[in-house]
């Protein structure tokens, strides 16, 4: 059974002062953050009986995207990866561009001017 709070999280907007518009009919609904999800699930529960069915579904959808993990692309990572071998071990920018280092690290080859343009 899903979670309340994800729930909420998709079929509800979040407006201010702890409001909350519902995505299947536009109303408001006011949920104080002390009392749990009670108006929004119970708002569901009464207008909307199949809604567990369609949060379902929409997770499902997107299950098959990378990016709703948090998946980074490889080139975003080896750049991190890069920063983390330079300041991790004090050396100057420099060393990124020196052979030996290449050889002695699994990352792909980066140049020192790329690496200071992402820092």
């Known amino acids: 059974m899903p979670k309340n709070a994800g729930i909420c999280r998709a079929l509800f907007a979040a407006l201010s002062d702890h409001y909350f518009m519902c995505n299947y009919c536009n109303k408001l609904r006011h ?3 002390s009392s749990g999800y009670g108006n929004l699930i119970g708002h569901l529960r009464g207008k909307r009986p199949n809604y567990e069915a369609n949060y379902i579904a929409h997770a499902s959808s997107l299950a098959g995207n ?3 993990f948090g998946f980074v692309s490889d080139k ?3 750049i991190y990866h890069w920063m983390e071998w330079v300041v991790d071990r004090n050396m100057p920018l420099s060393e990124v561009d ?3 280092t290449h050889s002695l690290s699994r990352l792909k080859p980066i140049c020192s001017k790329t690496l ?3 820092m």
């Open 98 to 100: 020196h052979p030996t």
């Open 31 to 33: 949920q104080l953050p």
């Open 116 to 118: 200071k343009r992402y």
């Open 76 to 78: 975003v990572a080896n």
């Open 66 to 68: 990378l990016h709703t």
